[in-house]
């Protein structure tokens, strides 16, 4: 098992989320959403401007086995994403938490339940009891 | 905790990925699905097939016999140790299972039927068998081992022993051998050369590490179906299954009508069927765009939505989405499938996308 970085937060959903200086948050699916899925084949990103709602469909990652939808973890609007994963989805796979990163929000509110890297680890513990 | 293999430790001390499928823990994959994908189509690859139930039939009455259980006519095979592919139907002519029949000797057969439906297809076919002179002998003590892929032969070769290598090696495809304690087989569901190897469970842990020591790689499931999906093979249970005929899934080519006296189970109900010009056909589609085809999506020809796809997924050798699909009567070259309230064009194609590795599909 991979260690989970230090600096990210973490959902349920398996999501991980960073605070950028700019106020900006970057989103991407943690390494244990990334071996279940198994290769990645294809994502489906959403537009630069569109706004999300928490909770609401953000992107769908496609992989060998099933599609998957990515949530949005925080409301905001979309400023960047990661269009490398058009040609390379298996990006997430290769590196989940660096340039397998999926999108970039301006946030409009606050992200729901989040966990540190600690809490993420033990809720992981306990899918695997 | 599901049925264990013999090879079950192998996968583990391997690192698979273990998931449940019809009841047995198999391995998913050993790490990546697509390069063990590849590893198939360009090297060679082996899967751990020992869930499939080995099936032995003999006596006075097995030919009989199996005339009248398989839509396939076991009376084709002429040469020992000839393979022939068949549905088993019940009386309404939908599949029961689809399986290899082979010809080991006069009033011996083998057939291998797939682990999901084994309870039900022994139960039909011992209960089909009381009317006939045929000793049915399930054989659980027997693993399989499949190797696969343009180098498998050569690479596994050196692990038949030296009396029967070269009668393994002379085998043409869709011929088998017993070779003493193996039995080997030119047959496979990659779409690929290679040989299903049938072998006592105690021996299946050191002849697996004997392949994967010689160079072809683990492979897991996961593949397997890619594999098969490219290679325009059926699923059991995805592309056909009780309430489906032959005719609709594209397996028409398996029955024998002739002999025209001879009466196989479910040969009524599906002459029936085939004078049907509104019965749906069994088609490949290629998605013309991005994205991924799934099972049970819709799909949507000159405005008719009666076709569902049958198997879906990703290419790796194509590197695009292929599927197959039961869709309207009719001649199209275009369709479209719903995908998340989107309907996406995909071309609807002959099968197989791909064979000996090479993909047979204008891109």
């Known amino acids: ?15 991980w989320l960073r605070q950028e200086e700019d106020g900006s948050v970057t989103i991407g699916v943690t390494d244990h959403a990334q071996a279940a899925l198994g290769d990645l084949v294809y994502v489906e990103l959403p537009e630069v401007d569109q706004d999300v709602e928490r909770g609401g469909e953000m992107a769908v990652v496609e992989s060998v086995k099933a599609a998957s939808d990515v949530y949005a973890p925080i409301g905001g609007t979309v400023i960047q994403v990661n269009e490398d994963l058009a040609d390379d989805p298996e990006k997430i796979n290769a590196d989940p938490y660096g340039d397998g990163w999926i999108v970039r929000l301006q946030p409009s509110g606050d992200a729901g339940d989040t966990m540190d890297p600690d809490a993420y680890q033990a809720f992981l513990d306990q899918l695997d009891e | 905790m599901g049925s264990q293999t013999p090879l079950y430790a192998c996968h583990v001390e391997a690192g698979a990925r273990i998931v449940d499928f019809g009841g047995w823990d198999m391995p998913l994959h050993y790490g990546s699905q697509l390069e063990e994908h590849h590893a198939v189509r360009k090297h060679a690859g082996a899967f751990d097939v ?30 020992q140790g000839k393979a022939l592919y068949s549905c088993m139907l019940n009386s309404a002519g939908g599949v029961i299972d689809d399986l290899i029949t082979y010809y080991l000797a ?22 089909q068998a009381a009317m006939y002179s045929v000793e049915v002998a399930e054989r659980p003590e027997l693993a399989m081992i499949a190797v696969q892929g343009p180098e498998a032969r050569s690479l596994a070769a050196p692990l038949i022993g030296d009396q029967w290598r070269e009668a393994a090696l002379a085998l043409q495809p869709f011929y088998a051998l017993e070779a003493g304690d193996l039995f080997i087989a030119r047959t496979g569901y990659t779409g690929e050369d ?18 994967l020591d010689a160079g072809i790689r683990p492979c897991g499931l996961g593949a397997r179906d890619t594999l098969r999906l490219e290679a325009g093979m059926n699923l059991y249970g995805a592309d056909m299954d009780e309430t489906i005929s032959p005719l609709e899934a594209g397996l028409g080519w398996t029955i024998a009508w002739e002999p025209k006296g001879r009466d196989f189970i ?3 109900p599906l002459t029936e069927m085939r004078s049907n010009p509104g019965q749906r056909k069994f088609a ?9 085809l799934r099972n049970h999506q819709r799909v949507v020809v000159d405005g008719n939505d009666d076709g569902e796809i049958t198997s879906g997924g990703f290419s790796p050798t194509m590197e695009r989405s292929i599927a197959m699909a039961r869709i309207p009567a009719g001649d199209y070259e275009t369709a479209q499938v719903e995908v998340r309230n989107r309907l996406l064009d995909v071309r609807v194609v002959g ?3 791909v064979r000996n590795g090479k993909i047979r599909i204008d891109l």
């Open chain 1, 1 to 15: 098992m991979s260690e989970l970085p230090g600096d990210l937060v973490y959902t349920k959903e398996h999501e």
């Open chain 2, 50 to 79: 020992s869930h499939m139930t080995v099936v032995d039939l003999s006596g006075a009455g097995a030919t009989e016999f199996l005339r009248h259980l398989l839509a396939n006519d076991v009376a084709r095979l002429k040469e």
């Open chain 2, 106 to 127: 006069p009033d011996r057969y083998r057939a291998i039927v797939n682990a999901a439906t084994r309870e039900k297809d022994l139960a039909w076919i011992n209960e």
């Open chain 2, 194 to 211: 290679g040989w299903e190897i049938v072998l006592p469970a105690a021996q299946a842990p050191g002849f697996w590490r004997q392949c």
């Open chain 2, 266 to 268: 479910g040969r009524g």
């Open chain 2, 284 to 292: 490949g589609l290629l998605l013309e765009g991005k994205g991924v």
């Open chain 2, 351 to 353: 099968m197989p996308f």
